[in-house]
C-alpha cells in the first residue's frame, strides 16, 4: 500500500497507539480502514465536571491557575503534550486525541460560582493551560467567551494562550479587560514556514492569519507574548530570528521559548510522523531531541523539561537571548490588575 493511501491528511497523528489504562486495544493504523471523510469527522462529547480551575504547581508555568473548557484538541499539533492525557479519559493520545473532543458546556457558570465566592483571591487564571481554548469548535459553542464574559464581569485577571485566529471574534471583551490591565495574550508561532506548519499543526490557523492576529490584538492595545514553542532540532530552530523580527514588527512586546520534549506516547506518535514527513533527517532530529534531555527523548523534571540541558540547548538558549535583546529590549507587558476584582466583590473598599 502506497504511503500517500495511508497518510491520514488534515491530522498530526498518524497512529493511535493503545491506553496503557483500558483492556481494549485500539487499531494502530486506522487510515488503512477509514474513508477520507472518517479520517477527518471529529466527535463532540458533554462532560459535566464539578469544578474548573486546576491549581499549577509546577515552577515552570508563570500562573497559579489554569481551566480548559475542552478536553482533546482538534488542533492536531504532532508533539502536544497534553496528548497523554486524553489516555485518562479513556481515548488514545493518537488520533483519538484529535478527533473525539470533550466538551465542558458548564465552565463558565463553575468559574463564575468559584471567582464570586467569599474565600476567593484574585489570582490570574490561565485558559489552555492544557489544550486550546480556540480550537474550532469554539466558534459554535462559544464557551470559551463566555468565561471572558465572566471575566469582566468581575474584573478577573486571565491570560491566555492560543494558535488560532478566532480569538479576534472577541476582540471587544478583549479591549476591556486590556484598558484594565486583566489579560494578556501569548500566541504560539512555531514555524513561518507554511508547508512545514501545515504538516505540524494541521488544523491551526495558518502563519499569514497568527501574525495578522499578532497585529490586530497589538493595535487594540492588548499585550501579546509570542511563544516560539516547541523549538524542534532540525526542522524550526533555525527561524528564531525571523519569528523575533517579524513578531516584533507587528507589536509583540515579548517572546519566549520551550524545547521539544516528547513525553509518553507523544514519542511514538511524533517519531511516526517525523519518518513519514522527513525520512531523510528523522534520525538527526531525534538524536538532538535525545542531546537535549540526557540521551532520552523526554524529561519531566521541574527546572530543566522546557529548555532542556547540553551543549545544544545551551547554544539555542544563546541564540534567543541575542534575538530577544535585538528586537524586543525596552518592551514591557504591564502587570496584572489584581485590585479590581476585589473592589467589585468588597465596594466598601473603594471608600478607603
Known amino acids: 500500500m502506497k504511503f500517500e493511501e495511508t497518510y491520514l491528511k488534515g491530522r498530526g497523528a498518524q497512529i493511535n497507539p493503545p491506553n496503557p489504562y ?9 487510515a488503512v480502514h477509514l474513508d477520507p471523510d472518517e479520517q477527518l469527522r471529529t466527535e463532540y462529547i458533554d462532560v459535566h465536571p464539578k469544578t474548573m480551575l486546576n491549581k499549577v504547581t509546577s515552577p515552570d508555568i508563570p500562573l497559579d491557575w489554569s481551566l480548559n473548557p475542552y478536553q482533546g484538541c482538534e488542533h492536531g499539533c504532532v508533539y502536544c503534550y497534553a496528548r497523554n492525557t486524553h489516555t485518562y479519559w479513556g481515548y488514545s493520545a493518537g488520533t483519538d486525541f484529535e478527533q473525539k473532543i470533550l466538551v465542558k458546556k458548564n465552565a463558565a457558570e463553575l468559574v463564575e460560582a468559584k471567582i464570586k465566592s467569599a474565600n476567593w483571591k484574585a489570582a490570574p487564571l490561565m485558559l489552555s493551560g492544557n489544550t486550546d481554548c480556540y480550537q474550532p469548535i469554539e466558534k459554535k459553542l462559544e464557551i470559551t467567551r463566555s468565561i471572558l464574559e465572566v471575566m469582566w464581569k468581575y474584573r478577573h485577571p486571565v491570560g491566555i494562550i492560543t494558535k488560532n485566529s478566532l480569538i479576534l471574534r472577541d476582540l471587544d471583551l478583549l479591549k476591556q479587560l486590556a484598558q484594565n490591565n486583566l489579560v494578556h495574550v501569548a500566541i504560539s508561532v512555531t514555524t513561518l514556514d507554511e ?6 499543526e494541521p488544523r491551526t490557523a495558518s502563519v499569514q492569519n497568527r501574525l495578522f492576529t499578532i497585529e490586530k490584538l497589538s493595535n487594540h492595545g492588548i499585550p ?11 526542522l524550526n530552530d533555525h527561524e528564531v530570528f525571523k519569528v523575533a523580527e517579524w513578531t516584533s514588527k507587528l507589536g509583540a512586546r515579548s ?3 520551550t524545547m521539544v520534549r516528547l513525553n509518553g506516547d507523544v514519542g511514538v506518535i511524533f517519531e511516526d510522523w517525523l519518518r513519514k514527513n522527513f525520512p531523510d533527517r528523522a534520525d538527526k532530529v531525534v538524536n538532538k531531541i535525545k542531546a537535549n534531555h540526557g540521551g532520552q527523548v523526554n524529561d519531566s523534571q521541574f527546572g530543566r523539561r522546557m529548555q532542556g540541558e547540553g551543549n545544544y540547548a545551551e547554544i539555542f538558549k544563546r541564540q534567543y537571548q541575542l534575538a530577544k535583546k535585538k528586537f524586543f529590549e525596552g518592551r514591557e507587558t504591564p502587570p496584572y490588575n489584581l485590585e479590581l476584582h476585589q473592589q467589585m466583590k468588597n465596594p466598601q473598599l473603594s471608600l478607603f
Open 255 to 257: 517572546m519566549g521559548y
Open 22 to 30: 483500558d483492556q481494549y486495544i485500539y487499531d494502530s493504523n486506522p
Open 224 to 234: 501579546v507574548n509570542v511563544m516560539f514553542a516547541p523549538v524542534i532540532p532540525s
Open 195 to 200: 508547508d512545514l506548519r501545515r504538516k505540524l
